[in-house]
């Protein structure tokens, strides 16, 4: 028996990859591969890594990822199921940490395989509770030391030795996400770990996050990387139109802020710096999707929104 093919939900094309018979035997495995850990850890660097894609965006700054992320790769003999998460933050500060939290919690419920990963030249351990949560499940856990291209001071036997008494009989693996050592090695022992279980996704299905999100992600990431101090965190991204006609995609998009003051800064003089924004958001949607594209910018203040309830429910953030 074989799978149906999926068909596709749009002709957008790189959101979807080559569609494989999966044929439906005993040997398939399957399974969610949640990957927990601090802020900048190299969480999103990892999971794309090991897709090959970058479905995730990565900046030098913590915080980053604010969702639960899944990237699906498919073969023959197995479906692995990436959980890229917000890193883990101690003391929420405002509504949306929480929901941002929700999300790791969530990824400690389902996964069948947890990674922890942290950087493994931070000395910071994870709080107790959360410690208590991981030892509490049943699932296999695997513990990464990631940016060990940075480790000049030979840390990684003390590093293990600390992580190996808080978690005694978890694998560990020291790795550079960003380089590609080690992250074979990992992978491997991740499929190994799968349980048998027919696909969850269709074959062909590279995430669970829609164009508009993915677009909206793209954006964010280049505010991250283009303004300092308070701006990215001040700044959420909803795409209000996307569509494709004649092969040209279409879309538009509000960058929300918080204050009036906010939204000077990302204007900037003669509107350079939102210039700056969209054509660097432009190029790297273009090149995910495959497609030119035509983006429009507004920039609105909304109030407190990182406070806000039913915004943040508007933003997908779950309660
Ligand atoms: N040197 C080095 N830098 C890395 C490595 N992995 C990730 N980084 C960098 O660390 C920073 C954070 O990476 P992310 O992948 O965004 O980290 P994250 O854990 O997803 O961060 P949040 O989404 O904020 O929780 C980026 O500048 C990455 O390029 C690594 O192996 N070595
Ligand atoms: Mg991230």
Known sequence: MKLKKSFFKNSIKNI?????????????????????????????????????DKISIVTPKAQTTRHRILGIE???????????????IIKPAYEL????????HESLEDADVLVFLTDITDHAMPDSSMIEK???LSCPIILCLNKSDLDTKNLAEERKKDFSFLFPGAEIHVISALHGSGTDELKKSIIEKLPEHPPYFDSDQLTDKTERFILSEIIREKIFLLYAEEIPYSCEVMVTDFKE????LYARAEIWVEKESQKIIIIGKNGSKI?????QARTDAEQFFGKKM????YVKVKKDWRKNASLLNQLGYQT
């Open 245 to 248: 006609k004649e092969n040209i």
């Open 134 to 136: 991981i030892k509490a």
């Open 97 to 104: 940490h929480k929901r941002m939290m929700n999300f790791v």
């Open 294 to 297: 035509f983006l429009e910018l």
């Open 74 to 88: 498919t073969t023959s003999d197995y479906q692995l199921i990436l959980s890229d998460t917000p890193g883990i």
């Open 16 to 52: 979807f990859v080559i569609n494989y018979d999966v044929p439906l035997c005993m040997a398939f495995k399957a399974g969610f591969v949640n990957i927990l850990g601090p802020p900048n850890a190299g969480k999103s660097t990892l999971v794309n890594r090991m897709l090959g």
């Open 275 to 279: 210039k700056k924004l969209g054509t």
